[in-house]
């Protein structure tokens, strides 16, 4: 059984950097990805940034490239989402995600099967 327990969120000032991490039992080997997610108060929920299981391929978001990164440690089964250069609008209840089904860009643009509890980020001053 496929298990995702996010950390790291939180508040932080408006240009600050934040880590998320995603802990994932039960979803080892090569197939699939794993993502974050981020849903804003009255807004749908949209794909922040995923990566392959197998190749590292990645995918992100136009609204993030250039200040998130999204890396893994296989050793420790984890996720990261490095966020730099916070603004307001990144302000949102953030999921990670996953699904055996495809790589980071299928996983990025569906709905994947296993999904964490979420962690708040709030970026204001």
């Known amino acids: 059984q496929v298990q995702l327990v996010e950390s790291g969120g939180g508040l932080v000032q408006p240009g600050g950097s934040l880590r998320l991490s995603c802990a994932a039992s039960g979803f080892t080997g090569d197939h699939g990805a794993i993502g974050w997610f981020r849903q804003a108060p009255g807004k749908e929920r949209e794909a922040v940034a995923c990566i392959s299981s197998s190749d590292d391929m990645l995918y992100y978001a136009a609204s993030v490239t250039g200040r998130f990164t999204i890396s893994r440690d296989n050793d420790k089964n984890t996720v990261y989402l490095q966020m730099n250069s916070l603004k307001p609008e990144d302000t949102a209840v953030y999921y990670c995600?996953?699904?055996?089904?495809?790589?980071?860009?299928?996983?990025?643009?569906?709905?994947?099967?296993?999904w964490g509890q979420g962690t708040q980020v709030t970026v204001s001053s």
């Open positions: 995600a996953a699904d055996l089904r495809g790589g980071a860009g299928y996983v990025c643009n569906s709905i994947p099967d296993y």
